[in-house]
Nanobody
Framework: QVQLVESGGGLVQAGGSLRLSCAAS????????MGWFRQAPGKEREFVSATNWNGIRTNYADNVKGRFTISRDNAKNMLYLQMTSLKPEDTAVYYC?????????????????????WGQGTQVTVSS
């Protein structure tokens, strides 16, 4: 199992930047493909970004591509999401998620149902 704790959320003006962090503990972090999702009030949880076990392969939702960057540091058991050019529509609770994968798998995942473990979320609010 792995435990996930997000941090770094907050209130920012449109056009600003934030860096979210996700600290993982438990089983070897490199055993997991990781993702970021978000959920706005009254909406379903949606995919934001994902990466494979070593961070080489990444994928983004169309509405964040070019503005957000996912990265991971396996030595520190950390996942990050650098968010720039933030828009009011980026306002949501952001969650990191983990899925156990076979060793050296290059796969990343985009669906909520494909992940086994979730953090508690961190609120991001972008004011106009």
């Amino acid at each position: 199992q792995v435990q996930l704790v997000e941090s770094g959320g907050g209130l920012v003006q449109a056009g600003g930047s934030l860096r979210l962090s996700c600290a993982a503990s438990g089983r070897t972090f490199s055993s997991y493909s990781m993702g970021w999702f978000r959920q706005a009030p009254g909406k379903e949880r949606e995919f934001v970004s994902a990466t494979n076990w070593n961070g080489i392969r990444t994928n983004y939702a169309d509405n964040v591509k070019g503005r957000f960057t996912i990265s991971r540091d396996n030595a520190k058991n950390m996942l990050y999401l650098q968010m720039t050019s933030l828009k009011p529509e980026d306002t949501a609770v952001y969650y990191c998620a983990a899925r156990s994968v076979r060793k050296y798998s290059d796969t990343y995942y985009r669906q909520v149902r494909e992940y086994d473990y979730w953090g508690q979320g961190t609120q991001v609010t972008v004011s106009s």
